[in-house]
């Protein structure tokens, strides 16, 4: 057995440490100065991983909060100070995007670091458990009874929902055995409004098991919260709060307030984990929004969050999304609130084709695209056709990064700002203004 010396951290809070074959190897729940007694296991015949036997630690943990912090896949950062968090994921991003492209992104902590998540996916597993899965180990989940980064109303029912299943544990899916059907349990609570929704997400077919009548009851009987929610998928998906829906009590949809603005969410659509904290973001755009500008696209729309929070600036909104669902959703909720507007929300994938799109004059740009980017062929019909105005939104600054870099000789940058939504956890989001460069 060796030792090693924790010597620095990386942008995602892990430790960095020089093993003894002098490869350097990156290790969670750590900081500089702990020592790590460690072994080689053989796995394979050419592998060997490294297994920490002990860790002794040489500085105080008093910061973290949660009882299963250092074994929940969760957050990485809660013994670091959040400052030393603020440094660590924003210098890499800001050097890396002053470097590349000669852009300036200005940074903005978070003011709130605990208790912010509105949504939380926990797995169900046999004994029963709710939890989440182990960093590194997909097959072993970490009970919780009660996560420091969502709300006080989301760990009540978390503690009600465990209640209920070690009265009915025979309900949960055995993945080996293939019996039983509960497999996770997701909880929405809204931060604006006193709206919140529980969705257990079953195996497909099982809505029919002799058992569910009973479990029905019991869920109808235990259960305070106004909205509980059953769906049902594939046995073998591990998707949750998605498949099937069947509405136990209350609606399918929870009601979210932003700016003013009133959002009636699915729920199996997705939403910003923490809107009070996304706010930085919508502040920047609506400051910057141009006075002259009379149409806006907006390009991975979703359920029109960015068209009906700035739908008052432009005469015309134009919305891109490829779920059907999502823009039934977006067309409804922006007739009811701009009924004299003149709108479209299509159904496209612009991962396949931008054919869709159309070049118009005075227009604005919104975008905000999956963790990969906006993708090849809306980089490329950014730089040839795009309009005068740009906001490019983003939750992963480096494949931003990578998007701007394709069109960004036909645009100026004009601002940006970098903001910290997931404290204790390397995620960011981040928000790009440009202005097309004059012919």
């Excluded at 993945?175 to 509960?182: A, I, K, T």
């Excluded at 009590?249 to 700016?259: A, C, I, Q, W």
């Excluded at 002259?292 to 700035?310: A, P, Q, V």
């Excluded at 701007?404 to 960011?428: A, E, M, N, Q």
Aim: charged residues 25%; contains cysteine; hydrophobic residues 35%.
């Amino acid at each position: 057995m060796d030792k090693v010396i924790v010597e620095s951290l990386d942008s995602d809070f892990s430790g960095i440490v020089t093993t003894p074959n002098g490869k350097k190897v990156n290790v969670f729940f750590v900081y500089p100065g702990d020592e790590l007694h460690v072994e080689y296991v053989k796995r394979r015949p050419r592998q060997r991983s490294l297994r920490i036997q002990e860790t002794i630690r040489n500085h105080d943990w008093k910061l973290v909060k949660c009882k299963v912090f250092g074994e929940c896949g969760g957050c990485t950062g809660q013994h670091i100070n959040y400052e030393e968090q603020l440094n660590l994921k924003f210098t890499p991003i800001i050097n890396s995007f002053h470097k590349d492209l000669g852009i300036i992104i200005r940074p903005l902590p978070s003011e709130k670091i605990y208790e912010y998540r509105s949504r939380m996916d926990f797995s169900v597993f046999p004994g029963p458990t709710i939890g989440q899965r182990q960093r590194g180990n997909f097959r072993k989940v970490v009970p919780i009874s009660n996560c420091s980064i969502q709300s006080t109303w989301a760990n009540q029912a978390l503690k009600d929902v465990q209640n209920v299943l070690n009265q009915m544990p025979e309900v949960i899916w055995d993945r080996r055995s293939e019996e039983g059907g509960l497999k996770y349990l997701t909880i929405r609570k809204a931060q604006n409004t006193g709206d919140g929704i529980l969705i257990f997400t079953f195996t497909d077919g099982y809505e029919s098991h002799p058992l569910m009548d009973q479990f029905r009851n019991l869920c109808l009987e235990s259960l305070t919260q106004e909205s509980l929610l059953f769906c049902y998928n594939r046995p073998k998906s591990e998707v949750s709060a998605f498949g099937r829906p069947e509405i136990l009590r209350g609606k399918s949809t929870f009601e979210e307030v932003v700016l003013g603005k009133t959002f009636h969410i699915p729920f199996d659509s997705f939403f910003q984990p923490n809107p009070n904290g996304f706010l930085p973001i919508l502040s920047f755009i609506k400051e910057r929004l141009p006075k002259t500008s009379e149409n806006l696209i907006d390009l991975f729309c979703g359920n029109g969050f960015f068209s009906l929070l700035y739908g008052d600036s432009f005469t015309n909104v134009d919305g891109y999304e490829l779920t059907e669902s999502s823009i039934e959703i977006a067309s409804k909720t922006f007739q009811e609130n701009h009924p004299n507007k003149s709108f479209s929300f299509q159904i496209t994938n612009l991962f396949m084709t931008t054919e869709l799109l159309k070049t118009k004059e005075n227009t604005t740009l919104i975008l905000d695209p999956p963790r990969a980017g906006a993708g090849k062929l809306v980089n490329q019909w950014i730089r040839d056709f795009g309009p005068e105005y740009i906001f490019y939104v983003s939750c992963n600054p480096y494949s931003q990064k990578e998007d701007v870099s394709v069109f960004i000789s036909k645009y100026d940058f004009v601002d940006g700002i970098l903001i910290d939504p997931y404290p204790h956890t390397p995620h960011t989001e981040s928000v790009l203004f440009f202005r097309r460069k004059s012919v």
